[in-house]
């Protein structure tokens, strides 16, 4: 069992930027692939971008070439960094495992006005 808290969120223009972290309450070198999700009012939750232990990345369509997963393991923390975002990209977003669903954090709200 692993807890997960998510920062870093708040308002932003679209065209702006954000960083997102997750932070883990142990070690996360074992875990095979950590993923980012967000829930949009009324719309169910999706996967965003997901990190294998090896640095693979993968990524929704629509948020490819504008987020970068990362992870540091001695960090115990992974990372999302969100540029170009657009109105659509608001949400509360997510981590968590990829394939081994942990209890979910509270998130952290991302807003983006237009």
């Known amino acids: 069992q692993v807890q997960l808290v998510e920062s870093g969120g708040g308002l932003v223009q679209a065209g702006g930027s954000l960083k997102l972290s997750c932070a883990a309450s142990r070690s996360i070198f074992s875990i095979n692939r950590m993923g980012w999700y967000r829930q949009a009012p009324g719309k169910r939750r999706e996967l965003v971008a997901t990190?294998?232990?090896?640095?693979?990345?993968g990524y929704a369509d629509f948020v490819k070439g504008r987020f970068t997963i990362s992870r540091d393991n001695a960090k115990n923390t992974v990372y999302l960094q969100m540029n170009s975002l657009k109105p659509e990209d608001t949400a509360v977003y997510y981590c968590?495992?990829?394939?081994?669903?942990?209890?979910w954090g509270q998130g952290t709200l991302v807003t983006v006005s237009s």
């Open positions: 968590n495992l990829v394939g081994n669903l942990q209890v």
């Open positions: 990190i294998g232990s090896g640095g693979s990345t």
